[in-house]
């Protein structure tokens, strides 16, 4: 609908082509990361109570993304939080990690990055090309610490709703 808003009528969902559509797992997992290589897209700050892979409060998350030890009313979510309240990362997204899970385009495969070229190619992969559920990528507000990282792939069955879930659009630049 938003291509037919834009007068972009003639798109087929084309990777490549000039309208809106989902970002790939690879395309939020860059975007998410903002040239980073740590588990959040912010300057790691070292803290000794921090645990980036477990369940536990990490401050360098609280810093730029709603999970559960920052959501929390006595234990339970609170909800989903508006936009623009925790940092961006250095490319200026705000909201990549936490809040809701945001859908991607690819179809959901447990292996598919084991699979080497050319069964998975090696640059821009778009994932399987069918499937029974969608990859899903940010942790929510009820998440915790380590399903929020850049990395984190979970999925999703695009026929069932949850109020943790939401999106986000790509088009490509200079398009």
Same mark, same amino acid.
Not at 76 to 84: C, F, N, S
């Given at each position: 609908?938003?291509?037919?808003?834009?007068?972009?009528?003639?798109?087929?969902?084309?990777?490549?082509?000039?309208?809106?559509?989902l970002p790939t797992e690879v395309e939020w997992e860059y975007a998410a990361r903002a040239s980073t290589t740590t588990a959040y897209a912010n300057p790691y700050v070292f803290d000794p109570n921090d645990t980036e892979?477990? &369940? /536990?409060?990490?401050?360098? #998350?609280?810093?730029?993304?709603?999970?559960?030890?920052?959501?929390?009313?006595? $234990?339970?979510? &609170? /909800?989903?939080?508006?936009? #623009?309240?925790?940092?961006?990362?250095?490319?200026?997204?705000?909201?990549?990690? $936490?809040?809701?899970?945001?859908?991607c385009r690819d179809w959901y495969q447990l292996s598919y990055y084991s699979l080497v070229p050319p069964e998975r190619p090696a640059t821009d992969p778009e994932g399987p090309s069918s499937g029974s559920a969608r990859v899903i990528r940010g942790g929510n507000g009820g998440s915790v610490a380590s399903f929020a990282r850049s990395a984190r792939r979970y999925?999703?069955?695009?026929?069932?709703?949850?109020?943790?879930?939401?999106?986000?659009?790509?088009l490509l630049s200079g398009q």
């Amino acid at each position: 609908m938003l291509n037919l808003l834009d007068g972009r009528l003639n798109c087929t969902g084309d990777l490549h082509e000039n309208c809106y559509r989902l970002p790939t797992e690879v395309e939020w997992e860059y975007a998410a990361r903002a040239s980073t290589t740590t588990a959040y897209a912010n300057p790691y700050v070292f803290d000794p109570n921090d645990t980036e892979t477990g &369940t /536990g409060f990490n401050s360098n #998350l609280a810093a730029m993304g709603w999970y559960i030890w920052n959501d929390t009313n006595g $234990g339970y979510a &609170t /909800g989903l939080k508006p936009v #623009l309240r925790k940092q961006p990362n250095s490319w200026g997204l705000y909201d990549m990690h $936490g809040n809701v899970w945001e859908w991607c385009r690819d179809w959901y495969q447990l292996s598919y990055y084991s699979l080497v070229p050319p069964e998975r190619p090696a640059t821009d992969p778009e994932g399987p090309s069918s499937g029974s559920a969608r990859v899903i990528r940010g942790g929510n507000g009820g998440s915790v610490a380590s399903f929020a990282r850049s990395a984190r792939r979970y999925y999703h069955s695009p026929g069932s709703g949850s109020s943790g879930l939401g999106f986000r659009v790509v088009l490509l630049s200079g398009q």
